[in-house]
């Protein structure tokens, strides 16, 4: 059983960042990690994957804004995210090797 926990969730406004952060219970370096998003009433959508093999892939709707990361040493996943803006408000959740975190709230307000 593989756990994830996301952080760094909160209430910004537009134009604003945050930084989310993924922990994960087992070694990352062999599998790519992705970070999703579920807006209140839509489907849960892809955000951003990092390939075991270091390449980086982005939704349209985050590209040039948003930029995954990972530590393989720590087992860590992080998703920077600049010029936030009030459609990017949803849960956001990491996902490894067939699991899900608990997700963490992003709020883009005014």
């Known amino acids: 059983q593989v756990q994830l926990v996301e952080s760094g969730g909160g209430l910004v406004q537009p134009g604003g960042s945050l930084r989310l952060s993924c922990s994960v219970s087992?070694?990352?370096?062999?599998?790519?990690i992705a970070w999703y998003r579920q807006a209140p009433g839509k489907q849960r959508e892809w955000v951003a994957t990092?390939?075991?093999?270091?390449?980086?892939n982005y939704a349209d709707s985050v590209k040039g804004r948003f930029t995954i990361s990972r530590d393989n040493a720590k087992n860590m996943a992080y998703l920077e995210m600049n010029s936030l803006k009030p459609e990017d408000t949803a849960v956001y959740y990491c996902?490894?090797?067939?699991?899900w975190g608990q997700g963490t709230q992003v709020t883009v307000s005014s």
């Open positions: 996902f490894y090797h067939g699991y």
């Open positions: 087992q070694s990352i370096f062999i599998n790519d």
């Open positions: 990092s390939t075991s093999g270091s390449t980086l």
